[in-house]
């Protein structure tokens, strides 16, 4: 079996459990985990076709990744002034229960 299929195989992983986490979960912030956790999936799968491709001295899998992770970042910070914002207006994080746009 080649290395490049375990990596694989967890990413597949991480993104179903994220995936799920974030199509299930009521709670915003539960949410906002789950799609870290996909985010970190194709992390990875930047990181496993970069060391085995034909290029592993290329850096090319790693500026990806650096790039990926600050928009993750940004967008953490994004998503939890966002849920902050809705619970100060609607007293709540449940998504559900959010059904109103306006303000």
């Given at each position: 079996m080649n290395p490049l299929h375990g990596y694989l195989l967890l990413a597949a992983l991480l993104f179903s459990i994220g995936l799920a986490g974030a199509v299930t979960r009521r709670?915003?912030?539960?949410v906002l985990v789950g799609i870290e956790l996909m985010l970190n999936a194709a992390n990875l799968n930047f990181i496993a076709f970069w060391r085995y491709g034909p290029s592993p001295e290329a850096l090319s899998?790693?500026?990806?990744?650096?790039?990926?992770?600050?928009?993750?970042?940004a967008e953490a910070a994004v998503g939890l002034a966002l849920i902050i914002a809705i619970y100060r207006h609607y007293r709540t994080v449940n998504v559900d229960q959010v059904n109103s746009m306006k303000g």
């Open positions: 709670n915003a912030i539960l899998g790693i500026m990806f990744v650096i790039f990926s992770i600050g928009v993750a970042a």
